[in-house]
């Protein structure tokens, strides 16, 4: 694993270590993957659909 992404990984690991207030679950539901280099869930089309319907339904 190269350096930059060993890097990532254990910041990823030490900022998530205690933290209390982290979300029980993903904001998706449906994920195609994850980035490489963060980590961070890439959702698919149809999640970030229901996302922006849901919004749209419960916006004030």
């Known amino acids: 694993m190269p350096k930059k992404e060993e890097s ?3 910041r990823r ?3 998530n270590q205690n933290d ?4 029980a679950s ?3 539901s449906k994920v195609a993957g ?3 280099e963060t980590g961070v869930e890439i959702p698919t089309d ?3 659909k229901e996302s922006v319907e849901w919004v749209n ?3 004030k």
């Open 34 to 36: 994850k980035d490489p």
């Open 57 to 59: 339904e419960n916006a």
């Open 13 to 15: 690991e030490q900022e």
């Open 8 to 10: 990532a990984k254990a």
């Open 26 to 28: 993903d904001i998706y």
């Open 46 to 48: 149809e999640a970030v």
């Open 20 to 23: 209390k207030h982290a979300p």
